[in-house]
T-cell receptor, first 109, second 115 residues
Framework: GQNIDQPTEMTATEGAIVQINCTYQTSGFNGLFWYQQHAGEAPTFLSYNVLDGLEEKGRFSSFLSRSKGYSYLLLKELQMKDSASYLCAVRDEDYKLSFGAGTTVTVRA | ETGVTQTPRHLVMGMTNKKSLKCEQHLGHNAMYWYKQSAKKPLELMFVYNFKEQTENNSVPSRFSPECPNSSHLFLHLHTLQPEDSALYLC??????????????FGPGTRLTVL
């Protein structure tokens, strides 16, 4: 099985940077995903890491260290619309996703 | 319609009712999933279908019964539910395992309340 931990809540100011950490302990690893979920809406795919290192996509970047069982999602130049829940998910070798409980990010003006 | 759609968006039912949730994907995917999302808890995988065949039943109580008539449609039949089954039920779809990143695309969910 998978054990995935991420902080429950984070607050940051518009224009700032926030880093959401995710640690995992898994019985098999086949990729790590980050999803964004606005209240009352579907989770939407943000990023995918399967090799160690940093993946950058505009204002969002995601990092993975497989040896440490660690990932982070970096949100730069925060905007009010970035207020949402961010879900870390680990895929196992059977292609099943296990999710963390999510980190609620609140962006303040 | 595009993406993954779910109906109804909200459902209130009594413990003796029978109802069904519907999911439809317009992405040409081969795999479909049901998840349960409760407040402050991780998404819980309930069922997985690949090419209409159920490949995963994650120890879900028999009062939840899935049906996948084809690769585009997925149902979750509900009967004699308990109040603790109240949650957001999310449907997702994806390509088969041999298709790259293979991220899952989610529908907006059905908010279920069991009285």
């Amino acid at each position: 099985g998978q054990n995935i931990d991420q902080p429950t809540e984070m607050t940051a100011t518009e224009g700032a940077i926030v880093q959401i950490n995710c640690t995992y302990q898994t019985s098999g690893f086949n990729g790590l995903f980050w999803y964004q979920q606005h209240a009352g809406e579907a989770p939407t795919f943000l990023s995918y890491n399967v090799l160690d290192g940093l993946e950058e996509k505009g204002r969002f970047s995601s990092f993975l260290s497989r040896s440490k069982g660690y990932s982070y999602l970096l949100l730069k130049e925060l905007q009010m619309k970035d207020s949402a829940s961010y879900l870390c998910a680990v895929r196992d070798e059977d292609y099943k996703l296990s999710f963390g409980a999510g980190t609620t990010v609140t962006v303040r003006a | 319609e595009t993406g993954v759609t779910q109906t109804p968006r909200h459902l209130v039912m009594g413990m003796t009712n029978k109802k069904s949730l519907k999911c439809e994907q317009h992405l040409g995917h081969n795999a479909m999933y049901w998840y349960k999302q409760s407040a402050k808890k991780p998404l819980e995988l309930m069922f997985v279908y690949n090419f209409k065949e159920q490949t995963e039943n994650n120890s879900v109580p028999s009062r939840f019964s899935p049906e996948c008539p084809n690769s585009s449609h997925l149902f979750l039949h509900l009967h004699t539910l308990q109040p603790e089954d109240s949650a957001l039920y999310l449907c997702a779809s994806s390509h088969g395992p041999d298709r790259g990143v293979n991220e899952q695309f989610f529908g907006p969910g059905t908010r279920l309340t069991v009285l």
